[in-house]
Structures are given as structure tokens and as C-alpha cells.
């Protein structure tokens, strides 16, 4: 790991497996007819656009952590009940640690519903935790051709990188992730930008 990014990425660790995967997940959906919820994942995908707009204008950090958590919400609804379910069920299983089990039922909701975008971010969080970063990588690219605006992916996308030396790219995914979420707690990872024929810092390579 490059020694200048190593604390920033350590401490990052952890937190990005809570914006890429935060625990709150779909219990409102437990109890709701087959048809109810797949109408709420309908005006979810719709309520989006209002949120991130939101989102820009947020004036506060509490503010703009009080959107991030609706979007968040409207990201984990599932396309079905028995989807929902599922993924109540990956979640909690990630939460005890045992990401195999979570793994299986997230690739079976994969299969089942290859469009879902929480489905891949979910599996490329579990990746990341088995320390599988070239799965979790292509797992993300896969979320961001569902959702180009999934700050959660990006911000993984950048720590990843950082982690295995790809310095420059790493800084590229954070600095987008920002554009999105100007209020994405993985900001404090962005370091200034070096100017043109200068190093980087000690300890960091640059490996595309």
C-alpha cells in the first residue's frame, strides 16, 4: 500500500463499506403485497432525480446526510418482495460476518434481476470485505452502468484504487464521486492536485 495514502486509506476502509453498503435496508417492503412493492421500486428510480438535486443544494453536512439517506433508501428498494427479502437476509448475513452466505443469496438476486444495481454494489461490497478487489472493481463498473450516479460505488472505486497503488486513478474516482455528493464523507481523502512535472508523494506509485 503507498506509504502517503496508507493511514487515509486504513480509515477509509471501513467507512466505505458503509456508503457503499450501509446497513439500513428495506424493512418497510417486509409487509407490502407483491404489486405495492414493485410500484415503489418504480416511484423510487423516479424519486432519484428530485433527491440528487436535493443533494446539490444541500447547504449543511446534517443536511445533505439526511438526503444521502433517502437516496440510499431508494437505491436498496427491490424490485419484488421476494427480492426484498433476500436482500434483508444478504444484509444481515454481512452484518454477522458471513459474507459467503451473503455472497450466495446476492448472486442468485444478480441472476435473478440483472439490472438491480444495489444487487452489484451489494456483491462488489462483499468482494471488498474478502479483500477481492479485482472482483469489487468489475462489480462496481457494472453499478455505475446501472447508476452512474452511485457516489457509494465511486467512493469504493477510489479507496480500492488507492489501496493498490493506482494513485492517480484513485484521486480521478474520489474527485467524481465529489462532483455527485459534494458532501461524501470520503472527501477528506482527496489531496490536492500536484502540479504538472512534480513527483508524487513518497512511498506512492502510479500504476495504471
Request: without cysteine.
Amino acid at each position: 500500500m503507498p506509504v502517503a495514502v496508507a493511514s487515509l486509506t486504513l480509515a477509509a476502509s471501513f467507512s466505505v463499506v458503509s456508503v457503499i453498503a450501509p446497513p439500513t435496508a428495506i424493512a418497510a417492503q417486509e409487509a407490502e403485497p407483491n404489486t405495492q412493492v414493485e410500484n415503489a421500486y418504480e416511484q423510487s428510480a423516479r424519486e432519484l432525480d428530485r433527491l440528487f438535486v436535493l443533494l446539490r443544494q444541500a447547504r449543511s453536512e446534517q443536511e445533505a446526510r439526511r438526503v444521502e439517506a433517502l437516496i440510499w433508501q431508494a437505491w436498496l428498494v427491490a424490485p419484488d418482495k421476494e427480492t426484498s427479502e433476500m436482500m434483508q437476509t444478504a444484509l444481515k448475513a454481512r452484518r454477522e460476518a458471513d459474507y459467503d452466505k451473503a455472497l450466495a443469496i446476492v448472486e442468485e438476486v444478480i441472476e435473478l434481476h440483472p439490472d438491480y444495481a444495489e444487487a452489484w454494489n451489494q456483491r462488489a461490497t462483499l468482494h471488498f470485505l474478502k479483500e477481492k478487489f479485482d472482483r469489487s472493481l468489475d462489480d462496481i463498473n457494472r453499478v455505475l452502468e446501472l447508476e452512474p450516479r452511485h457516489f457509494g460505488a465511486l467512493a469504493g472505486r477510489g479507496v480500492i484504487l488507492m489501496r493498490q497503488g493506482r494513485f492517480r486513478l484513485g484521486q480521478e474516482a474520489l474527485r467524481e464521486a465529489v462532483k455527485i455528493d459534494p458532501w461524501l464523507r470520503e472527501r477528506s481523502m482527496i489531496l490536492p492536485t500536484p502540479e504538472k512535472g512534480r513527483p508524487l508523494p513518497p512511498g506512492v506509485e502510479e500504476r495504471i
